[in-house]
């Protein structure tokens, strides 16, 4: 499924339920305001770097508007933020719902580990509200909607999932408090992998998600990916510092062999997804799933073919 071919689907969603979002309040945003400590030029230089449409990282595609409920698209593998101009420009063009919401992207190189780029949207989640609500008064930054396409969508399960141990376990038997190394080298891989629901987001939207995988050919697959796929120089060096001070014992086979890209994550019934299968979302999530399928009109139980 397309995205664009998704657009009045999430139009009608999203207007269907506008009543859950309020209307914005007018209140003067806290940049304007000030931030204790934070002079006027130092507030500036936070918050000039986010109003961009970039490859990686979030971007907000107008300035911040207090009172606006941001709505968040991750995009899924293979692709970028450019893929929602269409979907936006509809959202835009609706006057109720460009009153109430903001619409921003979130980009990320899709090969690498699905846990690492999902930990690299929780962080700049959090970033982003300490810069534009440093003391958390906007009401509207706690009703986000975050909307997944594909891969983006397993991203965005895992802003409302608390994993307490279950996807650590899934590298290493051990606790994860005898993880030993430089302390940015630990503290990276234990944000990717235990990590709890961003307060933040309240509902959450899932467009052709693949939450156990895909049936494809992933001998193929698997080929076309690590041809494609170099996973970052910082998170190879980090994975060999901790696998030379740990020993290969400390970790389990799958694990010991590479870090995975997320091609290999992608398999179906792969263990990384069922993992994040089994600990479900967060009890106040509002959930909803656009379900892909090639047969025209679509039934019960439809697939895309992946």
């Keep these: ?35 204790p400590g934070r002079s006027p030029a130092q507030r500036d230089a936070d918050v000039a770097g986010l109003f961009r449409y ?33 979907m936006i420009e509809s959202l835009e063009a609706d006057a109720a719902l460009r009153d109430r919401y903001q619409f921003w992207t979130f980009g990320y190189s899709t090969g690498d580990p699905i846990p690492y ?13 300490r810069k534009l609500d ?20 397993l991203l965005t399960k895992m802003m409302v999932q608390e994993s307490g141990t279950r996807v650590w376990q899934l590298i290493s038997d051990r606790p994860v408090a005898e993880l030993a190394g430089d302390p940015d080298d630990c503290d990276l891989f234990r944000r990717a992998l235990i990590f709890k629901p961003l307060s933040e987001v309240r509902r959450v939207v899932f467009i052709a998600t693949p939450h156990r995988g895909s049936r494809v050919d992933q001998g193929r697959l698997g080929h076309l990916g690590s041809r494609l796929v170099r996973l970052p120089d910082p998170l190879r060096a980090s994975y060999g510092r901790l696998m030379a001070r740990n020993g290969p014992d400390f970790f389990k086979e799958r694990f010991r062999n590479g870090l995975p890209t997320s091609v290999d994550e992608l398999e179906w019934q792969a263990p990384i997804l069922m993992g994040l299968d089994e600990l479900g979302l967060a009890p106040a999530i509002q959930a909803h799933s656009i379900i892909a399928d090639l047969r025209d009109p679509p039934r019960a139980g439809g697939s895309d073919g992946l």
């Design 54 to 86: 970039e490859p990686t990282g979030l971007s907000l595609l107008r300035p911040y508007e207090r009172g606006k409920i941001p709505l968040v698209f991750v995009h899924g593998l293979w692709s970028n933020p450019w893929s929602w101009s269409r």
């Design 117 to 129: 780029s999902a930990w690299l949207l929780r962080r700049d989640l959090e970033e982003v509200r």
């Design 134 to 153: 440093p003391r958390g008064s906007d009401g509207a930054f706690d009703r986000m909607v975050v909307v997944g396409h594909s891969m983006g969508g």
């Design 1 to 35: 499924m397309r995205i664009v071919e998704s657009s009045a689907a999430i139009v009608a969603l999203i207007a269907a339920t506008s009543a859950w979002a309020q209307s914005p309040s007018g209140v003067e945003s806290d940049s304007s305001r000030g931030a």
